[in-house]
């Protein structure tokens, strides 16, 4: 395949932004001019170079370096594939892929009602992807239920940010700011892996001996720390008590700030005075003296800052355990105050404008509440329907899935941007109820192995080959540009869901294909809303300015740093949450002995679908592994390298053993980037977060043994 530059950026390489993380580092993509005699692969395959950016200041991790390479790659769909009559997709033309998806989509809500048709989206998305998928929802196919990763992925923190805040902006700060901390404290973050160029933010802390780590793990972001607690996994929440009970103990709150900017403290304190360290010593195994250290390092410090990240939010008491570490930052009167703050660390691409606009379940754009009647109003108007038709909130991402081909569940599904049958939690599970579908739809670029389960596939058009815009985990709009032209063929999710609403008789007006028009109703939907879009314009994007929402008119300058003077409360006071520890979902016990933790490796993405075709990074890494303790693989008669079963109460799954002598004995740690057998997600426990919904994929109960018995060879025996 060949790639040719879009014409109007040819000098330079386009300026654009990585297809993956939240860091969302600038870089500049070059295609190779077209040469007719050098139509090779190698001569098409465009390049990356790293942009100056304050986020990445110059740097680009592996998958960033490696990016472009997906662009011209043989995995990408690039005709819509429809499954025939003996089960096998087939290449057919768009209209055929549209036409058929349209009729079924209106036979299904004939006989079953609007509700039978789900959507589920991904925070990998563009904004406009986003919202015009919550508009699509709500208006062509008239459907509560619509849901999407970020549930997985950031909802918990969400969560406890606008219980705490009144609002949820991840980073409420610019990630440069941590270049004055002396404390950072990180908490079930692995960002040496998760988000590599963000490592040399935290020179500064680690320079003066504050930066400290709380992960079961030793990982590559424990190995730079200055201090690294190793707590059993789920018990975080009970960690925080004990930290903000010893810092209360030896008289380091900051009772000024805690009087003048916060309510509830004393409510919130008469949980904590029970969890003195010595008795979350005993839960988290880790030392009384660590927890006071913490204490003393955070505040002995003139800028701290605590951050989190999914360590400590994928759990069934997700939501509460944020809260806990948001009521030590707020007892040391960290948020708001300049040159310290707590912040979350949103992981997709788009993972923050992804929670934005309208493809979560209980939401409308410009973050507001769809049972809100102002909120419904706005939209509505915006959208030219009444505001009654609008539905009201869907259910969630796992109960979505879990519900679908049940008697009262959807009987069709339509997916951008995500692979469930490997990244959600019980997989195979998910795969069942996927096959229970009377429809499933799926675009994507590659064939994923949701997409491999769909009756119709759309190829579409991926980062560098559109324009739109992607909210960075600072909360700053980025324009991603176009870079190169797409291969023939294939469509962009704007143009699929505009040929979709169209054939369900709405205009297309109202589904327009071009992403800054689309931008334009964004814009207006979210006037007003938390997260005020009004004032960004391509115009002020394309001139280089630096905007972080609310962005709330024209001549606005954005808001780089909030919460400065007033929370986003009424009373511009943050609130104390009372929180108590109650432990994971599941714990080990003599059947299933061990915990299983889930998580991420630096060469691989997700589930997996982009980064296990991009050679150099399969090379790396090329199968699952499983890290276990060198004495408890040799308890299950396993050594570096063999092939491990890791069984739990939901199924099994296979891995190669790697040794870990720093990991804690009785935790075994799985990537989750692999497919079939190797899915970790075979294991992972769908207990939800009461608040988020969210999964405890990060604790589940786990056995270990050879996948194959090793054969005692005659010889052996004799
Ligand atoms: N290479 C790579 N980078 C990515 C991604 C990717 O897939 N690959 N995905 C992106 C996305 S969407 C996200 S959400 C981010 C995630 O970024 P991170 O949150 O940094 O990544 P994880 O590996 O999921 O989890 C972080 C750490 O939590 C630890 N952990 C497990 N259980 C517990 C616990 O109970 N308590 C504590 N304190 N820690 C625990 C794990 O050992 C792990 O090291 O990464 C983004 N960047
Ligand atoms: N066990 C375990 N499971 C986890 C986690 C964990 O830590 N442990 N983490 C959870 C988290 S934080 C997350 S965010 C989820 C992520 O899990 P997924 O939602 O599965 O994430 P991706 O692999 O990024 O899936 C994105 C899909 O969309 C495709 N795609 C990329 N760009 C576009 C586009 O522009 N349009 C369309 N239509 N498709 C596109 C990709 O090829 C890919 O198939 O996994 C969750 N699952
Ligand atoms: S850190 Fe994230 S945004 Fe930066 S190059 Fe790596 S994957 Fe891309
Ligand atoms: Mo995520």
């Known amino acids: 395949m060949t790639l040719t530059a879009d014409r109007t950026e040819r000098a ?49 991790c592996q998958k960033g370096w490696t990016s472009a390479s ?5 995995a990408r769909l690039t005709t819509p594939l429809v499954r025939n009559a003996s089960g096998t997709l087939r290449p057919a033309s768009w209209d055929t892929a549209l036409d058929l998806v349209a009729r079924r989509l209106r036979e299904i809500r004939a006989t079953s009602g609007p509700d039978a048709t789900a959507v589920f989206g991904g925070g990998g998305l563009t904004n406009e992807k986003a919202y015009l998928l919550g508009k699509f929802a709500r208006v062509a196919l008239g459907t509560s239920q619509i849901d999407y990763n970020g549930r997985f992925c950031m909802s918990s923190a969400a969560a406890a940010g606008v219980r705490a805040f009144g609002l949820d ?48 793990r030793r990982t590559p ?27 209360a103990a030896d008289g380091l709150l900051n009772r000024s700030y805690v009087d003048k900017r916060t309510i509830g403290f004393d409510e919130m304190w008469r949980t904590v005075a029970a969890w003195w360290p010595e008795r979350v010593e005993r839960v988290t195994g880790v030392a009384a003296a660590d927890q006071r250290r913490v204490a003393a390092v955070l505040t002995g410090a003139r800028n701290a800052y605590v951050l989190t990240a999914r360590g400590t939010e994928q759990h069934a008491d997700g939501t509460n355990t944020v809260s806990a570490w948001i009521n030590l930052a707020l007892a040391l009167g960290l948020p708001g105050t300049p040159g310290s703050g707590f912040g979350c660390l949103t992981g997709q691409g788009n993972g923050q404008g992804g929670r934005e606009h309208g493809q979560k379940a209980d939401q409308l754009p410009g973050y507001r509440r769809i049972d809100d009647p102002a909120a419904r109003a706005h939209v509505a108007n915006v959208w030219g329907v009444p505001a009654d038709s609008l539905p009201g909130p869907g259910r969630s991402a796992y109960e979505l899935l879990d519900a679908l081909g049940t008697a009262t569940g959807p009987r069709a599904l339509l997916v951008f941007g995500s692979n469930v049958v490997v990244s959600a939690p019980r997989a195979a599970h998910v795969a069942d109820r996927l096959a229970a579908l009377d429809l499933l739809v799926v675009a994507d670029i590659v064939l994923s192995e949701t997409a491999a389960l769909a009756d119709v596939v759309f190829p579409v058009t991926q980062w560098a080959e559109e324009d739109g815009t992607m909210t960075s985990l600072e909360g700053r709009v980025l324009l991603r540009r176009r870079a190169v032209n797409p291969p023939e063929g294939v469509r962009s999710d704007l143009d699929v869901l505009a040929g979709l609403a169209t054939r369900l008789d709405r205009s297309a007006t109202d589904f327009p294909t071009d992403p800054e028009t689309v931008f334009t109703e964004l814009r207006a939907a979210s006037r007003g809303g938390p997260a005020d879009y009004s004032g ?3 115009d002020r994007l394309r001139a280089g300015e630096a905007l972080y929402w609310p962005v709330p008119a024209e001549d606005h300058p954005g808001s780089p740093r909030m919460f400065l003077d007033r929370f986003a409360h009424p009373d511009g006071r943050a609130r104390f949450v009372p929180v108590d520890h109650t432990g994971p979902a599941e714990s080990p016990d003599p059947d299933f002995p061990l915990y299983a933790t889930t998580g991420r490796v630096l060469q691989h993405y ?32 396993l050594a570096e390298g063999d092939l491990a079963r890791i069984t739990s109460r939901r199924g099994a799954a296979t891995a190669r053993v790697r040794c870990v002598p720093s990991l804690r004995p009785d935790v075994v740690f799985l990537p989750f980037h692999f497919a079939g057998e190797q899915r970790a997600n075979l294991l992972t426990n769908p207990a939800l977060d009461p608040t988020s919904r969210m999964p405890e994929f990060k604790v589940c109960a786990v056995r270990i043994a050879q996948a194959e018995p090793k054969k005692t060879t005659v010889e052996e025996v004799g």
């Open 606 to 637: 997700q589930s997996g679908a982009q980064t296990r075709n991009v050679a150099e990074l399969v090379d790396a890494v090329p199968e699952s592994y499983v890290e276990v303790h060198p004495d408890t693989a040799a308890r299950a008669g």
């Open 221 to 247: 972001t424990a190995e730079q720390a200055n201090l690294h607690l190793r707590p059993a996994p789920g018990t975080d929440l009970a960690l925080a008590l004990g930290i903000l009970h010893a810092a």
């Open 536 to 538: 960004v314009s391509y």
């Open 169 to 216: 902006r991840g980073l409420p700060f610019p990630l440069t700011d941590l270049a004055d901390a002396d404390a950072v404290l990180l908490v079930g973050a692995n960002p040496a892996e998760t988000m590599p160029p963000f490592v040399q933010h935290l020179r500064a802390a680690r320079a003066a001996g504050g930066l400290v780590v709380i992960d079961p």
């Open 12 to 60: 330079g390489g386009a300026a654009t932004h990585c297809p993956y993380c939240a860091l969302q580092c600038a870089m500049s993509v070059t295609a190779r001019a077209t040469d007719a005699a050098d139509d090779t692969e190698a001569a098409a395959a465009p390049t990356v170079a790293p942009r100056e950016f304050p986020t990445n200041a110059g740097g680009l």
């Open 70 to 74: 997906l662009l011209g790659s043989p």
